[in-house]
């Protein structure tokens, strides 16, 4: 859809978040008439109500009116489902219904870097974004990694910038509703198992996933994971790829050779940093770069300038992030840890004797694949939370285990228990809505009660 084509448009916007309201302001800036339409009474705010009365949206808490159905379009939250009474009813009257990311795409004129994944995607968009600084680019950083995306582009239509790129994170929800979303670079990161408590099977996971790469053409191009087996069995068909691997025999256009990060470029190696330089715990942050080398390579050639902007690069908050150290036990947040996957990255970057928070809302995955993980490492799994019950039905009697009322109880518990040279380590592996707005929240509520604690130190 083109920009002029948006306006004077009857949108209905269902969800009143971070998504929601960012796509609010973005249509009424072209010129949309636009309504906010939020089921969850309990979601409604002064906040909200004069963020909407200023740009003369329409809103309603509390229902679906009938005025939904006489919308234009529809511009859906990745929160709500596609079972959803209210989507089946819009589905019924053939109203398009797309996502917060889709209808963003239609206004953005600068190149995209889009990233999905089923883990990492956090710090490898964190990455691509300030290689792309270091090099000079006005990079512009959205989407599922905290921004909405319509709220970046706003931002940047205030702005002159003459080398805009737009580096967004995408989550499958995001992905499930677009239409003519086309990256000019649309990178997989991996597959695991993650949101089987949403989608009917794990193939339309992944096929939700695999949506990124839909519009491609020969002007785009795909970065891949070779390393991931899941993602090798998937057939896809794209014009042009890319691939990057820590591991692989076949190597890749980005890949680690006797201990060097490094690329291939019109067939010759250029080496850019030694591993163990980078300022990155783990072979998945190996993994992570090496993704971000191969997103930016038709942006950057030289390797000095991606070797100073890796050497740069900060750890991003809420993913293995260490928050300090109380009585000789090192204390590490990774709330953004929201599938069993992620938190088995979390577990092999360390060694030590392990205290490993558990728990928040179910999404449905097998949490005895982390028995084998834990099993020689572990003091104890303490599990906080909704999913409290299942996660110890699953991995108990072959783990310790000990159910708390919350964080706070755990960590209390770890320091009471644990010893000298112990790590602490907030891994969740469950989405965080049953006590917390966000992954963000659970984190800074964590490292808050870390920081505040009598003995703490960095």
């Known amino acids: 859809m083109k920009k002029s ?190 949101h089987l408590d949403r989608y009917v099977s794990l193939t339309a996971y992944y096929e939700s996933k695999l949506g990124i790469l839909n519009n491609l053409d020969e002007n785009c191009t795909a970065v891949l994971n070779r390393d991931d087996p899941e993602l090798s069995n998937q057939d896809i068909n794209v014009d042009n790829s890319r691939y990057f691997s820590v591991s692989s025999p076949s190597g890749g256009d980005a890949m680690l050779a006797e201990g060097i990060l490094g690329m291939m470029r019109e067939g010759e190696w250029s080496p850019i940093l030694p591993a163990k330089a980078l300022p990155l715990p783990g072979k998945h942050n190996l993994s992570n770069a090496l993704a971000a080398i191969a997103s930016v390579m038709d942006f950057i050639s030289d390797p000095e300038i991606l070797a100073q902007g890796l050497m740069t690069f900060s750890a991003v908050p809420h993913r293995i992030e260490y ?64 999913a409290s019950d299942i996660i110890e039905t699953q991995i108990s009697p072959a783990l310790p285990t000990r159910k708390l009322e919350n964080i706070e109880s755990a960590i209390n518990y770890c320091l009471e228990n644990g010893t000298n040279g112990d790590v602490l380590l907030l891994s969740p592996a469950c989405a965080s809505f049953d006590q917390f707005e966000n992954f963000e929240a659970r984190g800074d509520h964590f490292r808050t009660l870390i920081q505040t604690h009598e003995g703490w130190s960095m």
């Open 5 to 194: 084509d948006i306006t004077g448009k009857n949108v209905t916007i269902l969800g009143s978040q971070r998504s929601a309201m960012g796509a609010a302001r973005l249509l009424r800036h072209f010129g949309a008439k636009v309504l906010v339409s939020e089921f969850d009474a309990d979601k409604f705010s002064a906040d909200k109500r004069q963020v909407l009365a200023d740009i003369e949206a329409e809103f309603e808490f509390g229902y679906h009116s009938p005025d939904v159905l006489a919308s234009d379009l529809v511009v859906v939250s990745p929160g709500i489902p596609e079972n959803a009474d209210i989507i089946q009813k819009i589905r019924s009257k053939n109203i398009p219904i797309y996502s917060e990311i889709e209808m963003t795409s239609w206004f953005i004129e600068a190149p995209i870097i889009a990233v999905t994944g089923s883990n990492g995607k956090t710090t490898t968009v964190n990455l691509i974004h300030h290689l792309l600084q270091t090099a000079g680019y006005d990079s512009f950083l959205g989407g599922n990694v905290g921004v909405a995306a319509s709220e970046v582009l706003l931002g940047s239509l205030k702005r002159s910038s003459d080398k805009p790129v737009f580096v967004l994170e995408v989550s499958s929800f995001q992905l499930d509703n677009i239409d003519t979303f086309k990256p000019q670079v649309a990178v997989i990161l991996n597959l695991t198992p993650d």
């Open 323 to 386: 928050v300090g150290k109380i009585n000789g036990i090192r204390c590490f947040n990774d709330s953004k840890a929201t599938n069993i996957a992620s938190t088995e990255v979390a577990i092999h970057s360390f060694p030590e004797p392990l205290w490993l928070i558990l728990g928040g809302k179910d999404k449905g995955g097998d949490f005895s694949t982390l028995i084998s993980q834990l099993e020689e490492s572990t003091r104890e799994v303490l599990l906080v939370g909704a």
